[in-house]
């Protein structure tokens, strides 16, 4: 059975009226905080502070599009930046679209020195079931044994994978940042390489390492985002999840939680998209979210930010509404929270033409989102990136200056200022600290900047 719908959460009242700053904090309404992991005992005359026990947290993943490419006999190193500190890590391998049983050979884990290399001193070698070698299903994933390995807040890891024999590589695509190093094919085993020096090849590819869990003393639990071009950072160099993340880690340890950056390029909430097979695109949100959301360790909610690339292949408002409806509902079910976001402001390109039944879907879409109460909260993002700052006044568009350039992806001062106008208490936490915006802005006076359902 649903759960009662929660008040609006984090509805952006942005620039609504004159006067209001669009760089505000997001509001809370309806919603309590999650509690804090420090709890406290009290007797007749003293009060003591009883310390968190250390729990198995997702702090990074990579969300897996598709199989692309093959290999054979050599060594793949991904980067994984971890969300938040901890004493032990475990490392989650995906052979989601293989077309064969994974067969690794060997893997390790170390902390990154930059580019291939790692740090001396800290390389683990990663055993699955007490064995340094494993065989992963076709379709299927796999979590490593834990690893001592003590990680802080925002830490690079390199996860390097021996494969033996050829196999369709589960990848993650996208954007413009190096995620992996690689070697060709039969270079043989390298894990254990201290510089990276075989591994010639640097990508903005993931390639099979999915997730990471670390022994977190505190906090309450992971926030799993499923996105698209949006959240990955396409056509950006820095992304607004890990602004958020960035606002988190200024808390005290215990309090701290991580953001989990589960974007696709090119990803639809409701529909496959395989024509995108070589630059995303990828399942449905839908059909993702048990693999990339709810069968992550140690979530707490989850953020949905997918529908535009729904609207653009021709769905409709009231499909892409049931699809939000199916999401809640799955959500819901695994006993969590779930939080919606609106669309953001989107115009015509050449390659991307955006027509008035479209843009007509959109508001109703982003209307039903911030009224309809069918999910727990909603982060209101649309008006923080639309055209209504310094003078200007079109709410349909994205303000220039947080324009890629698509008319469509946010740039980093974009990014930035979506990350920014998440407040803590919208997620659970307590208020955050806000980093410095990229790009000056003051609201236009007397300009809405959410456009009227």
């Not at 292949?313 to 079910?333: D, K, M, N, R």
Request: proline content about 8%; aromatic content about 6%.
């Amino acid at each position: 059975m649903r759960r009662p719908a929660v008040a609006v959460v984090g509805a952006v009242v942005l620039a609504v009226a004159i006067g209001v700053s669009v760089l505000a904090a997001v509001m809370t309404s309806g919603s309590a905080p999650r509690p804090h992991a420090t709890t406290t005992s009290t007797s007749s005359s003293t009060t003591s502070t009883v310390p968190p026990q250390p729990t198995w947290r997702v702090a990074w993943g990579s969300a897996m599009a598709w199989g692309y490419g093959i290999a054979a006999n050599t060594t793949v190193r991904d980067l994984a930046t971890v969300a938040v500190g901890g004493s032990a890590v475990k490392v989650r391998i995906s052979n989601a679209f293989g077309n064969a049983p994974l067969a690794v050979g060997a893997a390790t884990v170390a902390v990154s020195a930059g580019g291939a290399a790692i740090v001396p001193g800290t390389l683990q070698a990663l055993t699955f079931g007490g064995s340094p070698t494993v065989t992963v299903p076709q379709g299927q994933l796999l979590y490593s044994d834990p690893v001592q390995l003590a990680v802080t807040p925002l830490q690079t890891l390199a996860i390097s994978i021996f494969v033996t024999t050829p196999e369709l590589v589960t990848v993650h695509p996208c954007c413009s940042q190096t995620e992996s190093f690689f070697a060709p094919n039969n270079a043989g085993d390298l894990v254990t390489s201290p510089d990276g020096a075989e591994l010639k090849t640097a990508s903005p590819w993931g390639r099979w390492a999915d997730a990471v869990d670390v022994l977190q003393q505190g906090g309450s639990g992971s926030i799993v985002v499923v996105g698209d071009s949006i959240t990955d950072g396409f056509n950006a160099t820095t992304r607004w999840s890990d602004v958020l993340q960035r606002r988190i880690d200024s808390l005290p340890a215990s309090e701290q939680e991580a953001v989990v950056n589960e974007g696709i390029s090119a990803n639809a909430l409701t529909s496959d998209v395989r024509t995108d097979a070589a630059v995303g695109g990828g399942p449905s949100g839908l059909d993702r979210l048990q693999r990339d959301a709810l069968g992550q360790t140690g979530i707490a909610e989850v953020v949905l930010f997918l529908g535009t690339n729904d609207l653009w292949f021709g769905t409709t408002a009231v499909q892409l509404i049931q699809g939000y409806q199916q999401a809640i509902t799955a959500v819901h079910q695994a006993g969590l929270k779930i939080i919606g976001v609106t669309l953001l402001p989107r115009g015509p390109t050449a390659k991307e033409p955006w027509t008035a039944p479209q843009q007509a879907a959109l508001e109703q879409v982003d209307s039903w989102i911030r009224t309809s109460h069918s999910f727990d909260g909603v982060l209101d993002l649309a008006p923080v990136v639309a055209n209504v700052f310094n003078g200007t006044c079109q709410p349909t568009e994205l303000f220039p200056p947080f324009d890629s350039g698509d008319h469509l992806h946010p740039n980093a001062a974009g990014q930035t200022a979506l990350g920014n106008a998440i407040s803590g208490p919208s997620l659970g936490l307590p208020p955050l600290p806000t980093v410095a915006p990229l790009v000056p802005v003051h609201p236009t006076s007397a300009c809405r900047a959410t456009v009227a359902p």
